[in-house]
């Protein structure tokens, strides 16, 4: 099983930015699919962003298009998600996933197996 680690969280003021990196020990990455969710309180875990590992493809939830942008550097073994214009709504635990075919949580057709431990983001003035 791949093991994930995010980081880049924190609190951060309406219109700000941060990177959320996703980490990956002992595994290659790239050789999997990675999804970004995200879990506010009081409502249901979300998808936010996929990046294929196939031909580098991506897919953006409709409440994060054109403010956060995913990306792999395959360096470092690290895929990131980099959110801009952060809203208060998007403040919720992020969780960066690896595809695992045969189990796991079905998003897009894709079952993400693999998690990490989350990261917290707070978007508050």
């Known amino acids: 099983q791949v093991q994930l680690v995010e980081s880049g969280g924190g609190l951060v003021q309406p219109g700000g930015s941060l990177r959320l990196s996703c980490a990956a020990s002992?595994?290659?990455?790239?050789?999997?699919?990675i999804g970004w969710f995200r879990h506010a309180p009081g409502k249901e875990r979300e998808g936010v962003s996929y990046?294929?590992?196939?031909?580098?493809?991506?897919y953006y939830a409709d409440s994060v298009k054109g403010r956060f942008t995913i990306s792999r550097d395959n360096a470092k073994n690290t895929v990131y998600l980099q959110m801009n214009s952060l809203k208060p709504e998007d403040t919720a635990v992020y969780y960066c996933?690896?595809?695992?075919?045969?189990?796991?949580?079905?998003?897009?057709?894709?079952?993400?197996?693999?998690w990490g431990q989350g990261t917290q983001v707070t978007v508050s003035s």
């Open positions: 996933a690896a595809e695992s075919p045969g189990y796991g949580s079905s998003w897009l057709g894709i079952n993400f197996g693999s």
């Open positions: 002992r595994f290659t990455l790239d050789y999997y699919a």
């Open positions: 990046i294929s590992n196939s031909d580098g493809s991506t």
